[in-house]
């Protein structure tokens, strides 16, 4: 891996790879580059020397997507640090676009939404109060360069020509704000390119001015807090900042972590805060042509096996400090090929030797092919870059490295920081930004001051839940911890379905194990009052997919209540063999189970029981059961759970799974309906989230003889730069599909109807007196954002690292409930999510949203049996 290069050199180096335009990919060009089978035009490709150095993009909640940007101070050096693109004016931004999040789904009047329930707390968090931030107004330019110029670096370099003329100023590719007035709203400029000598016309246009109290404003302060974390000598690597000089080296795996900060500037409750995020980059110490030499080593066909093993890799290439995902390999191209240029052929070994001065050690290596994507096409990129090998690390994980207990067990040491190891981080990256001379220059010339300490915040800490394991029983306290597996040793589970006629499907090596295992779930359902009776036993000769679709194909036939079949190891195929033929094909409930899991660990019985009682609860869920519920003190409560997840082999397929929980009062048991919709690249999800809404809601009806007195939705997946898309179409459509239904059905008021984004991807952390909150602790403001009735709840406890909150924001809400009510009422819901005996992060219809998406998804690839849609057979 190469070393972190000085500033000054950095800034000198030009772009990672050689570009193969579309034509070349397509064959349509009229020079074929020597020794490849790629045909390419005169132009086809291009070395492209923009987007040199270190210049940073980010990507936060507050600035969205912005191209990479020039700011400088008075007299600065105009060489850029910092992100986002700003501005009103017209034309497409270059570069990454700015998708600014302005809903507002608070009405002004709207009552306040701090609630009160729950004893007060006063916690801290991972933000920094804005003391300090600019009173003046800024100018807002629109800058075109003719010729067209694609390089950012490029751009920087010709309008630092004119930095006496512009002062102080901030540049990010389309839009220019400076704080003096230029002399006339329309300018143009003449730059000569300093190596080349070509001559570009700049055209600046005044297109308004800036208030530093509004949106734009905000993203002006995220570009100046990007510049003065330049002074800090960090690297980009993808859209964050990383220190490569403080790299944490764990040889046994070969792997390095670089610790970095992930930061957004925003306008909160009161004040505009800095979030800080602690984050790691895990870089693999090995290149692409390291993976090249294994597969030619011990892969017969080791084209093939290398192709694998660097398809869908995202690399970074240590001479410009870029990441490029892989798309493809092309043998038919090596270093020795040759590309036109304007002077001439050049070969890629001669173009980085002038270049980066890198000698390539291989000329025989194979290409790596990346496709630019979409905003670096509209920036003037060609489609395809060609990267060299031996020049590409790897970054990243792969599905071995992550099933490596050991591995990962030694990488949550440094990763997993506890609360007081992630509050001396956060203090003293604050430390390094306002001491270091650089960083200090620029808060300075920019008038903002940062505060020193973190905030803040006033918080409240929940009732503990009881869990009801029967309906006549007083219940058993959830714990400090909300964690209730104890209580199973003493308690039945709600209510159980007989399991009479079942089978276990097992290879004949793992009858021994089975077998045991199989008494220990009898002993733990009799605890629990679930009856299971014994079992027939298919014995099979091997664990391959088609031994199992035999086997099961005799069994579905005789109409059994369950099916579990035992493998041998977690190879996808053969469970993807099962669940379709159980899930798709016929509708039975499976449990799957890995000989190793019902294998005691050093002859523990206790573990092995351990492990059978939760078997046995998943098992019940399965048939129709319930294990445990807690009070909802509502009548007529359905509460639907809405996720999203791509197809594995297919990505322009997707799968939406609605999961609802149906509560009509206190004194029964709950229902559940689910459903699964496949979604084409491009097809809108509202188009099917009316309709499953409508099926869970005449499921209620059909079960109840009634409608819901009121639907609680969560609705999951959903991006930062989503949220006006989901409240125009997929709310809008849900209610007035319920309207229609309520009143056909001669209700005198519209559905009763509340609609929540649930958010878990947020870099919020809070701190109770420097240890974990618990769980249980609802934050409700300072933190949480003005146009937005919007509150975090810390559900769940963790064992190690720091326990991450969850966002939820409340877009739509006829329900006429207190927000002390929707907050209790969420929180409850994280207490049922029957795989696991403790709470969970997200509500338990999202949670099981996600496991049905997931399922189909990665497995099942078409949506399952309607047959099963009564039951968690997910689970």
């Known amino acids: 891996m190469a070393d972190r290069q000085p500033q000054g050199r950095a800034r000198a180096r030009g772009y990672a790879a050689v570009n193969l335009s579309h034509e070349a990919r397509e064959g349509r060009g009229q020079a074929p580059v020597r020794g490849s089978g790629i045909a390419v035009g005169p132009r086809a490709v291009v070395l492209q020397p923009g987007a040199e150095g270190r210049a940073l993009v980010h990507r936060d909640s507050a600035v969205g997507r912005g191209a990479a940007s020039c700011v400088s101070g008075e007299g600065g050096n105009g060489n850029g640090n910092g992100d986002g693109s700003a501005g009103t004016s017209r034309g497409a931004l270059r570069g990454r676009r700015t998708i600014g999040d302005t809903l507002r789904t608070r009405p002004l009047d709207a009552p306040s939404k701090q609630g009160s329930m729950g004893q007060p707390l006063k916690l801290q968090a991972n933000y920094f109060k804005v003391l300090k931030h600019p009173e003046w107004i800024l100018h807002q330019y629109r800058v075109d360069f003719s010729p067209p110029c694609a390089s950012m670096r490029l751009m920087q370099g010709l309008m630092s020509q004119h930095k006496k003329t512009f002062g102080g100023y901030l540049f990010d590719g389309t839009q220019l704000f400076m704080v003096n007035k230029l002399r006339s709203d329309q300018l143009s400029l003449e ?169 390539i050690r291989d000329p025989n290596q194979p290409m790596l092919l ?64 306002q001491s270091t001379p650089q960083s200090a220059e620029v808060f300075k010339i920019w008038q903002m001051e940062l505060d020193r300490r973190l905030v803040e915040i006033p918080a409240r800490l929940l009732p503990q839940e009881t869990i009801f394991f029967s309906t006549t029983s007083a219940g058993a306290p959830a714990g400090e911890q909300a964690d209730w597996t104890s209580h199973f040793r003493s308690n039945p589970m709600l209510a159980t379905i007989r399991l009479t006629h079942w089978y276990l499907i097992v290879p004949t090596r793992a009858q021994r194990e089975a077998k045991d295992f199989l008494g220990c779930m009898i002993q733990a359902a009799r605890g629990m009052r679930f009856e299971i009776q014994q079992c027939e036993i298919i ?92 009070k909802i003190p509502l009548n007529g409560l359905m509460t639907v759970g809405f996720d999203v997840c791509h197809d594995a082999k297919d990505k322009s397929k997707s799968y939406g799974a609605m999961v609802a929980t149906m509560d009509h009062d206190n004194k029964g048991t709950p229902k559940f309906y689910s459903t699964v919709s496949q979604h084409s690249h491009g097809e809108e999800i509202s188009n099917y989230l009316p309709l499953n809404t409508i099926k869970a809601l005449n499921e209620y009806r059909r079960e109840f003889n009634e409608l819901p ?3 609680i939705f969560y609705r999951d997946g959903v991006g930062e730069g989503q949220l006006h898309y989901v409240f125009e179409h997929e709310v809008k459509s849900v209610v007035e599909k319920l309207n229609e239904v309520y009143r056909s059905a001669g209700s005198d008021h519209d559905a009763l109807f509340t609609f929540f984004v649930v958010n878990k991807r947020i870099n919020t952390r809070f701190f109770d007196r420097r240890q974990n909150p618990r769980p249980g602790t609802v934050v409700d403001n300072v933190v949480t954002l003005p146009e937005r009735t919007d509150f975090h709840i810390v559900s769940q406890s963790v064992r190690q690292g720091t326990v991450s909150p969850t966002a939820y924001n409340i877009i739509y809400d006829t329900s006429g409930l207190k927000i002390d009510h929707l907050q209790m009422l969420t929180y409850k819901q994280c207490h049922l999510y029957y795989n696991w005996s403790g709470t969970t992060r997200v509500p338990a219809v999202c949670q099981y949203a996600h496991k049905l998406a997931f399922l189909v998804g990665q497995f099942l690839h078409q949506p399952p049996s309607n047959l099963l849609e009564r039951k968690l057979y997910f689970l």
């Open 191 to 359: 730059c000569r390119h300093d190596r080349t000598g070509d001559v570009y016309q700049i055209r600046i246009v005044h297109t308004g001015t800036v208030d530093m109290t509004n949106d734009v404003g905000i993203q002006v302060l995220n570009l100046i807090l990007r510049r003065a974390m330049g002074g800090l000598n960090l690297q980009l690597v993808g859209r964050n900042l990383f220190d490569a000089a403080a790299k944490i080296t764990i040889p046994d795996y070969r792997i390095e972590l670089w610790p970095g900060y992930m930061t957004s500037i925003r306008q909160h409750e009161q004040d505009i805060l800095v979030c800080c995020e602690i984050a790691h980059k895990t870089m693999r110490m090995q290149t692409c042509y390291d993976i090249l030499r294994d597969c030619q080593k011990h892969d017969r066909n080791f084209k093939d096996a290398f192709t694998r093993s660097v398809l869908g890799v995202v690399v970074l290439t240590g001479y410009n400090n870029k990441t490029y995902p892989i798309h493809d390999v092309s043998f038919d191209t090596t270093p020795k090929s040759t590309f036109e240029t304007k002077n001439g052929e050049l070969s890629f070994m001669d173009y980085y030797k002038q270049k980066y001065n890198i000698q």
């Open 539 to 630: 014995t099979i000769p091997d664990d391959n997919p088609g031994t199992y679709i035999r086997a099961l194909d005799n069994v579905v036939n005789k109409d059994p209540q369950l099916i579990m079949c035992v493998v041998s190891n977690n190879k996808a195929d053969r469970y993807t063999a099962i669940k379709k033929k159980c899930c798709v094909d016929r509708a039975v409930p499976t449990q799957v189970m890995v000989q190793r899991t019902i294998t005691p660990k050093g002859g523990n019985v206790r573990t092995l029981l351990s492990v059978a009682t939760k078997v046995v609860i998943q098992m019940n869920c399965k048939l129709g059961g319930v294990p445990w519920k807690v």
């Open 370 to 433: 990346s496709r630019a994507k979409k905003r670096d096409l509209r920036a003037g990129a060609n489609e395809l870059m060609a990267l060299v090998p031996e020049l590409c690390q790897m970054t990243g994980l792969t599905e071995q490295m992550r099933s490596d207990f050991k591995m990962m067990r030694a990488m949550s040491d440094h990763t997993r920081l506890n609360p007081d190891r992630r509050i001396e981080r956060l203090e003293t990256f604050n430390r390094r930004l």
């Open 709 to 711: 007195k009121r639907i």
